[in-house]
């Protein structure tokens, strides 16, 4: 569905990616991971087209969609959920769902799709017309990601959900990514925490200073590499991977 | 030879410096000896201008600030330097409001100039500290509306500058000389201020305003020390530039006039010394040009109706057609480099080194 | 005094700086542009009304509105032009660009129309008298009560109630999370510049009639005061925007009265140190938007 060939980027005179290569089926959970500045958030803000220029191939349902405006690929169906959430904080509840469904709207299925979302995060109908900002961070969290799914898209980017959540919340959001999947959606999951995210992938990807370290199941990553040396860059051996 | 070559392009920007000096001395000298009289006047007016652009360009092109109340200070420096040179039976004549204390006062030019300089200093040092905390849209509007309150005091306080009328009286003293002097004291001044600690400190919290702190770099004391600094050279070139025009009122030290300065920077290249000199001199020979060709228009009767406006329309296009298509100007941001230069003294330092192994 | 008269005055004076400033905030809000080229938008308006009045025979009142519409013609193209193709750059380069449109537009008129001033006419309504409260005042200042009524009515349904409406709050919140909704970001910025162009425009029947005539820099006291009411309002929100206005008309009014006729002639300059001050204050303004400073990248 989702097929990257030796993408490149940079900011400004930086260089983020070096050549990455990376594959989503339909129907899967894929797992990117790695630490801090490895380039995962560059490679979704790439794929967006937030970030541009790159060089590079990204097709998406065979087409070409590298260097296209991020509004043009939304509406090709992929949609990011931006780190930090991203919430129009001034907007209410209500109006943050609609620009959701800005690039698919119809208003047939528009009311449908407010009660799925209604079904799938409960608060947020009870917080319908509340601003943005008022939520909490488990509740913009879901507000994203709601807001996500309003378009209808054929691929869902999380660019680390979990991030800033309590542990109870982290729960919470890491069954939603799930249920998603379970839903039939594709998604796209960049996350820091590789244990948790390994738990529910289908497949998972290791980055490491803007380039691929490795690629495979979960269960071939935990045999065949040592997670703590991807994160720590050391030799010290199996550990327990806190991230 | 290597040794010149290595002096010339050892730090960035040192080439560019002694080459415009040079041209500029020869230019003087050419111009003085055998160009028409009008051209000597363009010559002076052109190095004064060219003090005023590296003034301009030491804080607006260090800082990205987009600073409006340089040519007020250039307008503190020329009405300074003018009220205390002039004579005082001139000024009773010429500014009849004028305070009889101010009536009195008299310097001979050279420290009058100087005085003048100062003033916009001093001026500039007790306001800018909290200016220069603000930044973006913030700090242009707050600067902005600085200059409009200097120009609402020139434009009123007719005891002083003898309000919107003109300030006339003032002695002829800059000579082709003392403009081409002054401009290659302020080219190796702001040469020397960008390569300073100051400068680097500068240019550091402009590229990341967010990231200087952490290295520690206070930025706005970095930007108010400059500011400062700015704005003596602002002072200094208007206390030149009145002493050649000998006689001036608010309105050449406003919005206009900004335009001018600003369209000069930002053509050549804000970012560097380099781009300043060369947006200048561009800028001047086009304003020349196109103010020939509208004299001539309204004189010759080729039209019917006056033309007014073409050189300001004629900049204003030149100037959105380049931020649109070289936004970093002529130049980039960079210093005037020579490949070809570089090359020559890597190949004499390989030489060198190689020397005592290497039989030849 | 605060009599009726004082009170009519105040309102019709703050009614027009409220839609001045929000013209300029919906450029500001979304873009980050200060835009000098505002004024001239009004002074374009002006020439408009100049223009058709001069050589067409159309009705007055529709060579008014085809004047408030060349306004937001005028607007839309320095946005594609000039402004669009910087828009990525910094924000340095989007500043100088819109002083260079200022100058440009400035200097055109006065190369293909002339430097005097020409006189324009108006409907008739713009010279009459009318006795509201006891108070016999222009029915302009009555009109311009209205006419800011009516406009504000319509741009809180359009804010508020619409999809594009949205999408331009959400744009001035986080222009690029905007974007990943899928809203085009050339359409945003674009409906900016003709609700600036427009407002300036409207603005300029009324700035005009004051004077019945136009001319090159009609347009630079307005910018000012829209910088001004702006600036006290807080440039973060559009709300903020039409209450600076209203504080500016109110301030205008009030030192035209109190100042001494001695220092009336430095009123510039002190509703200039208020600015300043303001900024350095409380560079908020009076109502502290949500509007972030990201730039349009």
Redesign the interface.
Known sequence: MLSVKDLHASYGSIKALHGIDLEVNEGELVALLGTNGAGKSTTLKAISGVLRPVVGSVRFADEEIANKKPEAIVKKGISLVPEGREIFTSLTVAENLRLGAFSSYQRSRYQKDLEEMFALFPILEERLNQPGGQLSGGEQQQLAIARALMSHPKLIMLDEPSLGLSPALVDQIFELVSALRDRGSTVLLVEQNAERALKIADRAYVLKNGRIKFSGSPQQLESELDLASVYFGGEEGKGEVTV | MTFLLRFLTRVPGRLTVITFAVLLAVGAVLVNSSAPRVWIGIYTYFCVTLMLVLGLQMFMGNSGILNWTYVGFVGIGAYVSSILSVTPSVKALGVPNMYPALVELHLPVVPAILVGALVAAALAAAIAWPLMRLSDAVGVITLFAALIVMHVIMTQWDNVTNGPRTFFGVQEFTTIWIAVGGAIVTLIGAHMFRESSLGLRLRASRDDRFAAPAIGISVVRVRYLTFVLSSFVAGLGGGLWAHYITSFSPKSFYVAEMFVLMTMLVIGGAGSITGAALGSAVITILRQGLLQLESYLNNSGVISFEVYGLTELGMAFLLIVMLIWRPDGIIGGRELHLPFLRRRIAAADAAETAGPTDPI | MIDAEFLINTLSLGSLYALLALGLVFV?GIL???NFAYGEYIMVAGYGLFLLGSYTALPLWVIMILSVLLAAAVSYLTEIV?FR??RT?????M???S???S??L??????FVS?RSRAVRLPAAFSQSITVLGVTTPLRNVLTIVTAIVLLAGLTVLMKYT?LG??M??AA??F??????????NLVISVAFIISGFLAGVVAMFWIGRSSSVD?LIG?APL?IA??AT?IGG?HSLAGAVAGGFVYGLLFNMLSILLPASVI??R??FM??I??LF??LR?EGLIK??YT?ERVG
């Open positions: 500001y980050k542009l200060v000039a193709p910087v750059k910094s924000l340095t380069a500043l100088i660009t002083f260079a449109i100058v440009l400035q200097n055109a008129a006065l190369l430097p999809v949205i999408a709050r959400a919140d986080k690029t999370t905007t974007r990943l909704m899928g809203v085009p970001a090159p630079f000012l910088f001004i600036v440039m002639s430095y510039d300059a200039f140190v600015v300043i900024l350095l560079p938007g949500s400073e």
